[in-house]
């Protein structure tokens, strides 16, 4: 069975500042691994996703995500962070057919 | 990448009552997938619906609460019945796309 814990509810950085926000993973097959953003009021958008191939993945909006086997994570950066990156993300592993099974998610405040 | 359009975007509803969201993707999709995001939590799949079948429902979803249709590769429409405060929710439509998840906008339930 499958599984995503999102560390820390809600994480807090400085405009400017380094975005880390933490998902770690269990699964019994190679899985596929998704982060999502919901900005306040509005569905989910894709930000990445890492389907096998290379283990730095690219988003967008200048967001990352690098997938450690060894730790069964799949840790979300960004380097600077700005206002207009407050949102709720969510971090997903796919169960089998397509189903995603979601983490908590992690809350993000940006302050000036 | 898919394009979903749902409808009711939000709606509020009276308790008992039932309402049918709808689905539209801009191309054909074998699966869709209709999921349930609770006040301040993450996201529960309900079902999965293949077009030509019945859907296939998650531990904790039943039918008669939560009927699906499917009647083409392009349309699905999820009806919540008998509807109690409990049920309020954003509902939110998925489809697979080249190993990818896309979500609509989301319909925002509130039962009074």
């Known amino acids: 069975a499958q599984s995503v814990t999102q560390l820390g509810s809600h994480v807090s950085v400085s405009e400017g500042a380094l975005v880390l926000l933490r998902c770690n993973y269990s699964?019994?097959?190679?899985?596929?691994l998704f982060w999502y953003v919901q900005y306040p009021n509005q569905g989910l958008q894709l930000l990445l996703k890492?389907?096998?191939?290379?283990?730095l993945v690219k988003g967008i909006n200048g967001f990352e995500a690098e997938f450690k086997k060894s730790e069964t994570s799949f840790h979300l950066t960004k380097p600077s962070a700005h206002m207009s990156d407050a949102a709720e993300y969510f971090c997903?592993?796919?169960?089998?057919?397509?189903?995603?099974?979601f983490g908590a998610g992690t809350r993000l405040a940006v302050h000036p | 990448s898919a394009v979903i359009s749902q409808k009711p975007s939000r709606d509020i509803c009276q308790r008992g009552t039932s309402l049918t969201i709808q689905c539209q993707v801009d191309?054909?999709?074998?699966?869709m997938f209709w999921y349930r995001q609770q006040p301040g939590q993450s996201l529960t799949l309900i079902a999965t619906?293949?077009?030509?079948?019945?859907?296939?429902?998650e531990s904790g979803f039943v039918i008669d609460k939560f009927p699906i249709s499917r009647p083409n590769l392009t349309f699905s429409t999820l009806t919540v019945s008998n509807m109690s405060p409990e049920d309020s929710s954003i509902y939110l439509c998925?489809?697979?796309?080249?190993?990818?998840?896309?979500f609509g906008e989301g319909s925002w339930l509130t039962v009074v």
């Open positions: 619906a293949n077009q030509g079948s019945e859907a296939t429902y």
């Open positions: 699964s019994s097959v190679p899985p596929y």
């Open positions: 997903a592993v796919s169960g089998g057919y397509n189903k995603l099974i």
């Open positions: 998925s489809v697979e796309d080249q190993n990818t998840i896309y």
């Open positions: 890492y389907t096998s191939a290379a283990t």
């Open positions: 191309s054909q999709v074998t699966m």
